[in-house]
């Protein structure tokens, strides 16, 4: 087995929240040496968890998705055992700096000399209010690759924008598109792919910029906004506004012109099955699939016009079938006849499924402040060759100070035990810190 | 033509659908030479989907197939014919990347496996794009976009709480999986250029997917965490300030929640009587549905007074986290996207001057640009045989005997 791509590769990693760390976890499985810069004066724009400081009662008192800590317990030292954060920091590394000092900058300066990138997905003002610009960067090294990642970019009429994935999407025209077709705009659903595909775009954005640098030296700035990336996934809608003016609307489960194309109830406690027929062959499979009952003769369904046309009710003949039936039951049945059909998975389902587990998509992961291994999320695609894995759990709050302080950049005992008193060093947050 | 990061580049382009193809646009759009091979006759079946131009279902004229496929050459190729698969072969020694997106079973039952590129070209990065992936019982089962996001998307949260799930209606997911796609093409290709050595790329959407749209990575390590997980489609928003609002021409979108940005938006709102209660900054008053009522009446009425553009100049002067919710038509209008390149005119020999999107990040070294629209079928058959030596009149017979 050889070298992994990004071997030999240096990040330096300012990213927060989603979109940011998603990317950066694709290098780090590639090999790259990504090290995030965090402080332990200020927990920051929710980098690594919301607060310092947690104890049980406050965690049972969390909605689902925020009780993600191993069996509730927040134990001694909560910023390491929060599953938002493990979940995309694993093959990362983490110094602690405070940049408000005045040694701050200059530990940053020794770090970006030895380093070829630097991320970040902060409000444009952020980075510029740390003096952390391009212009800085660069005098420091000549070739460094800079990505930024702001809603809606470094410059332009929106640049100053607070924002979040929210409303990046909502102004790049995808949350329009999304919800149920029945109701208006107050109902969209709270999601954002926008943050995961900014997250895949910047991890491209940082390869293509190494690739071009390999080859002539030059390093670049990328400026990546989280808008204008979700617009590229809209290229159908909206070259039908500018050829034909026609205005897209959100189609729901529904499709243009395939029926039947939906999110069918299945036999158990909120258990859904998505079904698509997309030509006839599929709808011949469909019909054999359900052993062809005499309602799939009638004539409303004779061809795909006809049942696109009748699918209010086509729908109600489905739903009386697959209601009494396992979505799992369904999925194999179906897809035995070639239609493409799926159960609608909560996350317990994944960790059951067959083909996940074959795939050995999941990971068994130890961590030196959680008592017990993890099946963790695994790679984002997978190479034969030279395989990638989860090579090391997610970095505890300062892992890497020594490393990165004294290995890396040089200093001293005397200089590290220095910096340690004035409040860079550590793996604690400062007992100010809420 | 000024260098771009890809410049040098050779890809051969097998996909068909969305996930494949916008994985090798990615690439061509950073200036790589990607070659579109389609079976002759038909082509892509992305030719027949829409939209079309002027609604006339023509296969030069597919809005979908245009916008996946600029900057791309195109050829065609009958990889079913013994000669056809011995000049993919020859196309194959010359190339850098191939990438791929059929079932698992089709490449190795035509000869072409990884195995057997690896013989004719061991530095090749091939990669293979399914729903699925190239192992494990679902390997050759059939996915859509909605079935795929339902798998490996957060799709059973999404919704409302009486309702089946709902999914992101337009396609989304599948540009995702390209996306990761060409992610992991770059990594190799870095990794065959400065370390050596050829690759075998897996990318299976639904693992894509996993991995991390919204928030599912993180919900996946709870669960494993905590024994607990969100089963349906309770409010995923944190409180009822951050949601979509009408306005007076239309809607808009903020996230007001939370000690910082609430009073940011009583502020911007003059602030009203009816919200000076303490008890909208707690945690319970932001999920309570009486203060929700309350709350969405007082903003309903104010904002019916104001266009989305007011609201947001607003929002801006006062640091509230908000966007307008824009249609296409508000997009194509928009004052940044415009003032930000975001459109590109293209020309096209059937289709004339088509508007179309532009690039998802800037390169200041090395920028995305446009170089060619989409292929004609088998525009560039003349020209990419005839690098590799064919005639003509070799072309001629390779037609007539239905190789391309």
């Not at chain 2, 082509?43 to 245009?66: C, N, T, V, Y």
């Amino acid at each position: 087995m050889g070298k992994l791509p990004l071997e030999g590769i240096r990040i330096v990693d300012f990213t927060v929240v989603i979109a940011g760390p998603s990317g950066t976890a694709k290098l780090a499985d590639l090999g790259a040496e990504v090290i995030r810069v965090e402080s332990i004066q200020e927990i920051g724009t929710g980098a690594r968890i919301q607060r310092a400081k947690w104890n049980r009662e406050q965690v049972k008192n969390q909605p689902i998705q925020r009780r993600q800590f191993p069996d509730g317990d927040p134990g001694q030292r909560p910023w390491n055992r929060s599953a938002g954060f493990n979940a995309h920091a694993r093959n990362k590394l983490c110094m602690t700096v405070d940049l408000k000092k005045p040694e701050g900058k200059d530990i940053l300066t020794k770090l970006v000399a030895k380093s070829d990138v630097v991320i970040e997905n902060h409000a444009t003002d952020y980075m510029e209010y740390k003096g952390l610009t391009y212009e800085w960067l660069k005098a420091i090294k000549e070739d460094i690759i800079y990505v930024r990642m702001p809603g809606f970019g470094t410059w332009g009429p929106y640049s100053k924008w607070r924002t979040f994935g929210s409303t990046a999407e909502s102004q790049a025209g995808r949350s329009f598109l999304s919800g149920y077709k029945d109701m208006d705009a107050t109902e969209i659903p709270w999601v954002f792919p926008a943050d995961a595909g900014a997250g895949a775009s910047a991890a491209f954005a940082i390869i293509a910029a190494l690739y071009y640098r390999h080859r002539t030296g030059k390093g670049q700035l990328v400026d990546l906004a989280l808008a204008e990336n979700i617009l590229t996934y809209l290229g159908a809608p909206f070259l039908d506004y500018t050829m034909n003016g026609r205005v897209a609307q959100n189609p729901g489960n529904r499709h243009e012109y395939a029926a039947p194309h939906g999110c069918y109830p299945a036999y158990g406690q909120d258990r859904w099955v998505n079904i698509t027929v997309t030509n006839d062959e599929e709808w011949e499979g469909f019909c054999k699939a359900l052993g062809n009952p005499a309602w799939t003769k009638d004539p409303k369904f004779a061809d795909a016009a006809r049942r696109w046309e009748n699918q209010d009710e086509l729908d109600q003949h489905i739903i009386a079938w697959t209601k009494e039936r396992p979505p799992y039951d369904i999925f194999h049945l179906l897809q035995t006849f070639d239609v493409p059909a799926g159960p609608v998975m909560d996350v317990k389902d994944c960790y059951n499924d067959p083909h996940l587990e074959a795939r050995q998509w999941f990971e068994t992961v130890t961590h030196p402040e959680i008592e017990r291994p993890m099946r963790s999320p695994g790679m984002f695609f997978k190479y034969k060759e030279n395989p990638i894995r989860v090579r090391r759990h997610s970095p505890r709050l300062g892992e890497d100070n020594e490393y990165v302080y004294k290995k890396l950049l040089g200093f001293s005992e005397a200089e590290y035990k220095d910096l340690e008193a004035k409040g860079h060093i550590g793996m604690d947050y400062a007992p100010h810190v809420p | 033509m000024a260098d771009m990061a890809l410049s040098g580049v050779k890809v051969l382009d097998l996909t068909h659908h969305v996930a494949g193809p916008f994985c090798t646009k990615t690439l061509a759009d950073y200036g790589a030479d990607v070659i579109k091979i389609e079976r002759p006759g038909s082509g892509d079946p992305a030719r027949s989907m829409g939209p079309f131009q002027g609604d006339d279902p023509h296969p030069e004229k597919s809005g979908l197939f245009f916008y996946l496929n600029t900057n791309k050459r195109g050829v065609t190729l009958n990889l079913k014919t013994p000669t056809g698969r011995e000049i993919f072969k020859e196309l194959v020694k010359g190339a850098d990347v191939l990438v791929e997106s059929f079932r698992p079973h089709v490449m190795p039952g035509l000869g072409l496996s990884y195995e057997e590129m690896k013989k004719v070209n061991p530095g090749l990065v091939m990669s293979s794009v399914t729903s699925f992936g190239q192992t494990g019982p679902y390997a050759e089962y059939k996915a859509t976009e909605m079935v795929i996001y339902g798998m490996g998307g957060a799709m059973v949260n999404t919704g409302q709480p009486e309702r089946e799930p709902v999914s992101y209606g337009v396609p989304t997911a599948v540009y995702h999986g390209g996306r990761v796609a060409a992610v992991g093409v770059m990594g190799a290709l870095f990794g065959a250029k400065v370390h050596g050595g050829g690759e075998h790329v897996d990318v299976s959407v639904m693992e894509t997917l996993l991995n991390s749209v919204d928030r599912r990575i993180s919900a996946l390590l709870a669960y494993e965490y905590s024994g607990e997980f969100n089963p349906g489609r309770e409010s995923q928003s944190g409180g009822y300030c951050n949601g979509y609002f009408p306005c007076q021409d239309g809607y808009f979108c903020m996230a007001a929640n939370g000690p910082i940005m609430f009073p940011r938006l009583l502020k911007m709102m003059g602030n009203p009587e009816e919200l000076s209660d303490p008890a909208f900054l707690t945690p319970q008053g932001q999920t309570d549905p009486g203060m929700r009522d309350l709350f969405e009446a007082v903003v309903l009425n104010w904002a019916i007074e104001y266009t989305r553009e007011q609201i947001v100049q607003m929002a801006e002067k006062n640091g509230l986290i908000c966007g307008a919710v824009s249609t296409m038509e508000d997009v194509d209008t928009d004052r940044h996207f415009n003032a930000r390149g975001m459109f590109a005119d293209i020309e096209h020999p059937v289709m004339g001057t088509v508007r179309s999107l532009g690039r998802p990040f800037t390169m200041s070294e090395t920028p995305w640009a446009v170089r060619r629209p989409a292929p004609l079928l088998g525009q560039h058959n003349a020209e990419v045989y005839g690098e590799l030596g064919y005639a003509q009149d070799d072309l001629v017979k390779l037609h007539e005997t239905g190789v391309i």
